[in-house]
């Protein structure tokens, strides 16, 4: 098993014919994820990524040809908050939106519509999730994975990519890897991917990669603490060197008021049980010195 | 983005809230007249406020705050204060306005709540002081309710907000005013709107009558840098005082740059890494001269930018590459950097990591142009606080 996606899942692409959506909707299908559809409104009946790939107008009508059951968008912001409605409207169930730059307050509706709908809602401005060996969806590199039994839940993009490449060069496979999104409103926070891993049987244990800024390290940390003392986890917290007041690129990375800051985050997840490592390159060990076996 | 307080009052009176009157004066003469206009009202306090507009909290207690009770006096506090330099920023504008006379102050402001992913109401009857200071001594007093992620704030809910936080008599002003802080939110894409005091003022008819007005005295407004795209005409509120002369530059290239203290130069793609290298630059005993993200697929043009970026800094004794692969690809990093060393003007050790998209062919590169290069991030950060300090690493 594993959780979000595997081989199993079928995906549309959303954007499929754009640069980024043809770019990285062929890496997905070389590394082995189905991709059965692409979505661009007045290019139903074309095909795409070299004729392979049928793109539909709508969601539904890829729904009704394809079966596709999890969507992957790469639509600019400005129209990336309707996409994901169309999505769940449609009845899609895994939702990945990878749009940078979508406002805050855009989101608050469609997260909720999302919520209501009881569908999954990953991202936005995220770089996707693997289940390494089976598919991937989004935009992560997918040489940088090895299967294994570590779920893996990451605020960020490209440190995931750093924290991953570790683990894989000491050994340490992943069972899945989800970026959340570094934005202020996301489809799903730390604590509802935490507890998907614990509900998978072939996760073992666990790497959460947050950063400064909100309060959902410590929330996930305080579930944490109660719901998964014996598994074997390690964390990294990005930012702990950051000043008050200052936004690091992403939007919902500030510490302000004295809220959101490395230490309380760090302690949090020391208290729930977590090592947690000055360096993304210590993971590996510090899921061994847990208990890890993998 | 933050706004001044006069900018913010514009866009609640566009949105229909009660503000008292004001004029923006950037003279004392200027502030002379408006003061002048505000006195002859009969019906007035017969005093005016005079205050600096500058993007940092604590004006009053800088100085940048005034009554006066004439407009020569208004033009000699005007004076005083345009000639201020408050936390690093020159006053360069004041706001004239009728003295208010105030029965009782609130606080009443709206603000994204990540946590619940919804728009939080914060009020309390303890207005005219920082909240944080109310949460801190006094929580009980403190209303908290959000609005509805769909419906926003049907009236029952804004009723509700006004009910519990205490405006006795005013609840329908306060509710209507709850109303407006929202629609101005979504108006311009705001992350908070904030009024303190929303106080109510008591007005003098010609006839000596008295009569009672809830209305917004002060206003501070953020903006969501993300909204700014949807609203052009916003982008000239921007205080280029409050900035940094190298955010302009950066924001032309959309690069997040963030000036720091330190004297090591760090370039990343990604901002959870850029503050991991920044991290752990620290860690290896150094101090990060800045936070740098160049983003996703960033060219040659940008690295460039980015090194220009860094290097107009005079501080900056080693520059640190971070750049982890995935849409952005390391040979176009590394022609970007060996462009932009011919080009640079000061001889700075450069300490490269390229990994993950194209990283062999960088490393060719690199290696051809003779540059320091790294495996992991740890080795990095020691290489570049080693060229900082001029000893190897």
């Known amino acids: ?294 | 983005m933050k706004i001044h307080e006069a900018d913010a009052k514009s866009l609640l009176v566009a949105q229909g809230l009660p503000v008292p009157p004001w004029t923006v004066a950037t003279t004392p003469a200027e502030a002379r007249t408006a003061a002048g206009a505000y006195l002859a009202d009969p019906a007035g306090s017969g005093k005016v406020v005079i205050k600096a507009q500058v993007l940092v909290g604590g004006r009053g207690k800088a100085g940048g705050v005034k009554l006066a009770g004439s407009a020569d006096e208004a033009e000699r506090v005007a004076a005083d204060i345009l000639a201020l330099t408050i936390k690093g920023l020159p006053v360069r504008k004041v706001l004239v306005g009728p003295a208010a006379d105030i029965v009782k102050e609130y606080y009443l402001s709206i603000v994204l709540d990540r946590g619940a992913r919804k728009l939080l109401f914060i009020g309390s009857a303890e207005g005219g002081v920082e909240i944080e200071q109310t949460a801190e001594a006094n929580p009980d007093a403190i209303t908290y309710l959000h609005a509805d992620p769909l419906l926003g704030v049907p009236d029952h809910r804004a009723r509700r907000l006004a009910f519990a936080i205490g405006f006795g008599a005013h609840w329908k002003a306060a509710a209507a005013i709850a109303k407006g802080l929202y629609r101005t939110m979504l108006a311009y894409d705001a992350d908070l709107v904030e009024i303190n005091p929303l106080a109510v003022i008591r007005t003098r008819a010609a006839d000596g009558t008295a009569t009672e007005q809830l209305v917004c005295l002060d206003a501070k407004i953020t903006l969501d840098d993300s909204g700014l795209v949807r609203h052009p005409e916003l982008e000239s509120l921007r205080d280029l005082d409050a900035e940094d002369p190298t955010d302009l530059a950066a924001r032309e290239h959309e690069i997040a740059f963030i000036k720091l203290d330190g004297d090591i130069g760090c370039m990343v793609n990604g901002a959870g890494l850029a503050m991991t290298t920044m991290d752990l630059v620290k860690r290896a005993g150094g101090e990060p001269a800045n936070f740098l993200d160049i983003g996703g697929g960033a060219k040659a043009d940008k690295v460039s930018a980015a090194m220009r970026l860094i290097l107009h800094e005079p501080n900056v004794k080693a520059i640190l590459v971070n750049i982890f692969g995935g849409i952005t690809r390391g040979d176009e990093v590394a022609r970007g950097l060996i462009e932009a060393r011919a080009q640079q003007e000061r001889d700075v050790p450069m300490v490269v990591r390229i990994v993950g998209t194209n990283a062999t062919e960088a490393a060719a590169l690199l290696r051809e142009a003779s540059f320091e290069t790294a495996h992991s991030l740890d080795e990095a950060a020691a290489k570049a606080v080693a060229a900082a300090r001029g000893t190897a690493a």
């Open chain 1, 1 to 294: 098993m594993s959780i979000l996606i595997d081989r199993s899942s079928r995906v549309v692409v959303h954007g499929l014919t754009g640069r980024e959506g043809s770019f990285h909707g062929a890496a997905m299908k070389a590394y082995g994820t189905q991709v059965v559809a692409g979505l661009t409104p007045g290019k139903g009946g074309q095909t795409a990524l070299d004729g392979t790939v049928p793109v539909f107008d709508t969601v539904v009508d890829a729904i009704r040809e394809t079966g596709a059951d999890t969507s992957c968008i790469f639509v600019p912001a400005a129209g990336a908050p309707d996409s994901i409605l169309e999505a769940v409207d449609a009845g899609i169930r895994t939702i990945f939106c990878i749009t940078e730059g979508i406002p805050a307050l855009d989101m608050i509706p469609v997260v909720e519509a999302v919520r209501r709908a009881g569908a999954t809602l990953i991202g936005p401005n995220c770089p996707g999730a693997t289940t390494p060996g089976q598919a991937k969806v989004g935009i992560i590199p997918g040489s940088i994975h090895r299967e294994g039994r570590v779920g893996v839940v990451s605020r960020s993009g490209t440190l995931t990519y750093e924290a991953v490449q570790a683990m894989t060069d000491a050994g340490v496979g992943q069972s899945t890897c989800v970026g959340i999104g570094g934005d202020p409103v996301i489809g799903t926070p730390f604590l509802d991917i935490l507890q998907r891993f614990a509900a998978d049987p072939e996760t073992e244990a666990l790497i959460l990669i947050g950063e400064i800024g909100g309060a959902a390290e410590e929330e996930a940390a305080a579930w944490a603490a109660e719901h998964l003392r014996d598994i074997p986890k390690a964390a990294f917290i990005a930012g702990r060197t950051a000043p008050e007041g200052k936004r690091m690129g992403h939007a919902g990375a500030i510490i302000s008021g004295g809220r959101g800051t490395a230490t309380s985050k760090v302690e949090a997840l020391e208290a729930a049980g977590f090592r947690v490592a000055g360096s993304p390159t210590e993971l590996p060990g510090l899921l061994r010195e847990a208990g890890y076996r993998g």
